[in-house]
């Protein structure tokens, strides 16, 4: 059961909030930046999803502020079911991509680049998850309890991409970039699902 927190401490934590959303915000502009230029320079379909996955993120993310500083829940269900849609869009990419990488049996140049960026970011969001999480429980925040779940599924989803570049760089294992990369077609399908259904 939630604890009913007094009005001056729920405006402390939709402050707190907000700032976590902004630290989101500012961290998936950057690391978005690198991971696509790591991904076009090394040709790997895992990173491209990933940081076509971080674009998404930006947008989720200027929703849910959006949305604690008080927007109307019917452009709330709208700007949901286009963050659905573009779910679906990333996962159709990622899996057109895989299924071509696997088929023509083309080999991703090892990224170091890419592998940093992804190990800082799966710290940063299973920290930022965590802490949102927290607060979305405090203040029994739909929005905000659901959308933590997704940063932590970030993290999680960078930890997987960065097993499958690690296996390219150490065994020549090219095979593990595009497998890696239908993690985020199988994450990509059930967000965009749950967004459409749950506000359709």
Excluded at 158 to 185: E, H, Q, R, T
Aim: net charge positive; charged share 20%.
């Amino acid at each position: 059961m939630n604890r009913v927190v007094d009005a001056s401490t729920r405006r402390r934590l939709l402050r707190r909030g907000v700032q976590l959303e902004y630290a989101t915000l500012i961290w998936n502009v950057g690391e978005a930046t690198v991971v696509l230029v790591a991904a076009a320079l090394a040709h790997s379909v895992a990173l491209t999803g990933f940081g076509l996955d971080s674009v998404l993120e930006i947008f989720a993310s200027l929703v849910v502020i959006w949305q604690l500083k008080g927007g109307r829940p019917k452009r709330e269900r709208r700007a949901l079911r286009m963050i659905g849609a573009a779910f679906f869009g990333i996962a159709a990419f990622v899996l057109t991509e895989s299924t071509r990488t696997l088929l023509v049996r083309a080999h991703p140049h090892t990224s170091v680049l890419g592998m940093i960026s992804l190990a800082a970011t799966a710290a940063e969001m299973i920290l930022l998850g965590v802490w949102k999480g927290r607060i979305g429980k405090q203040l029994d925040h739909r929005v905000l309890k659901t959308e933590a779940r997704v940063t932590l599924t970030d993290g999680y989803l960078a930890s997987s991409i960065l097993l499958g570049l690690a296996l390219n760089a150490a065994f020549a294992w090219w095979w593990a970039d595009p497998l890696a990369a239908l993690v985020i077609v199988v994450y990509g399908v059930k967000e965009g699902r749950e967004a459409w259904r749950h506000h359709a």
